[in-house]
T-cell receptor, first 116, second 111 residues
Framework: SAVISQKPSRDICQRGTSLTIQCQVD?????MFWYRQQPGQSLTLIAT?????????ESGFVIDKFPISRPNLTFSTLTVSNMSPEDSSIYLC?????????????FGAGTRLSVL | TQLLEQSPQFLSIQEGENLTVYCNSS?????LQWYRQEPGEGPVLLVT?????EVKKLKRLTFQFGDARKDSSLHITAAQPGDTGLYLC???????????FGKGTLLTVNP
């Protein structure tokens, strides 16, 4: 299994500012992902964070808006840039381990973002 | 793009009742997963079903994978308030272990 710590757990931000969310895993993992979730709704994949290379973004998400870093196999950050109220959401980090458990994803508790 | 349709979207029942949640698609999946997410937490994996027709039980929860591996159901017997949460089905598509999630079923079990 993997234990994931996300920081901050919640934040209230002003329009036009940026927020960086951190994701720390207690073990080295191959795959790290960032999701967005509206309260009470499903998860939408933003991007796959690749260690040592640029993140792979899903349709509708771009690097300028959601820059991602993955400096090593246990840590990643997601920045929500130039925020607007439409960015208010829950942002979740997840990891997939390798080997026999490669099809299991573990999620952090999420970062609840409100943009005023 | 694989699409997972979940129903119902919302469900509010009394403690002790039974319920079934459905997850349907036109695509065939090698496996399908069910997650539960409680308020303020991330989703937690409940089960992975792999074989067509497979039935898995987790205490009062019964998961079934359709024979054609296109659909799945989750049945809860004698629901309890602790079962309250968002139930999500998910499947892997493409490479890099990318999960596609259904829209979820928000279950409320009233005491």
């Amino acid at each position: 299994s993997a234990v994931i710590s996300q920081k901050p757990s919640r934040d209230i931000c002003q329009r036009g500012t940026s927020l960086t969310i951190q994701c720390q895993v207690d073990s080295q993992v191959t795959m790290m992902f960032w999701y967005r979730q509206q309260p009470g709704q499903s998860l939408t994949l933003i991007a796959t964070a690749n260690q040592g290379s640029e993140a792979t973004y899903e349709s509708g998400f771009v690097i300028d808006k959601f820059p991602i870093s993955r400096p090593n196999l246990t840590f990643s950050t997601l920045t929500v840039s130039n925020m607007s109220p439409e960015d208010s959401s829950i942002y979740l980090c997840s990891v997939a381990t390798s080997g026999a458990a490669k099809n299991i994803q573990y999620f952090g508790a999420g970062t609840r973002l409100s943009v005023l | 793009t694989q699409l997972l349709e979940q129903s119902p979207q919302f469900l509010s029942i009394q403690e002790g009742e039974n319920l079934t949640v459905y997850c349907n698609s036109s695509s065939v999946f090698s496996s399908l997963q069910w997650y539960r997410q409680e308020p303020g937490e991330g989703p937690v994996l409940l089960v992975t079903v792999v074989t067509g027709g497979e039935v898995k039980k987790l205490k009062r929860l019964t998961f079934q994978f359709g024979d054609a591996r296109k659909d799945s159901s989750l049945h809860i017997t004698a629901a309890q308030p602790g079962d309250t949460g968002l139930y999500l089905c998910a499947a892997f598509g493409g490479s890099n272990y990318k999960l596609t999630f259904g829209k979820g079923t928000l279950l409320t079990v009233n005491p």
